[in-house]
């Protein structure tokens, strides 16, 4: 089995202005970079990884802080494995999130399926929810770098809201049909 290699960044920020710590977590959150400890965070070794690190490395120096980038490995595959584990536990509580938002979009689309609340203006807001979802599970499983385990049922969630927006959508449709063929309400 290869080593597992990761970036291992360090940093230092002066505390004031707050705004700047928070630019730097939110960025290399946003990478998927997993904490070990304050200031001490993990990327897979990527050439991606390097160069966005370095660029944030040089932010950092401006920022008046102090950053120390380098290259490290497990000492034994227990240690990569918990390292791993990490990272699956990070996605994995994206993956939560993004399904509890679908559990939550089939329940509304329920309800308006129930109370027959069937037009364009809301199937536009329901396409637009999806679409969000789309985006949100492909920035999450852009940095699930070893395959969370919440991935599948993820996906297979969005499977499922894209099925029941169809149907809303063909309920939609029929309902339109059926006003456009109706007289005018007196």
Known sequence: ???LEWLLLTYKIPPEPARKRIAVWRKLKGMGAVYMQGGVCLLPKSDDHLRRLKMLENEIAEMEGEAVLMT?????PREEDKIV?????DRDEEYKELISKCEAYEKEIAEETR???FTYAELEENEQEFAKFKTWFAKIGKNDFYAAPLAKVAQDWLA???GI????????????????????AP
């Open 72 to 76: 490290t490995a497990g000492l034994d």
């Open 115 to 117: 109370v027959k609340h």
């Open 165 to 184: 927006l169809d149907a809303y959508a063909h309920n939609v449709f029929a309902a339109q049909e059926e006003n456009a063929g109706s007289p005018p």
């Open 1 to 3: 089995m290869k080593t």
């Open 160 to 162: 499922k809201c894209e």
């Open 85 to 89: 584990r990490r990272f699956n536990a």
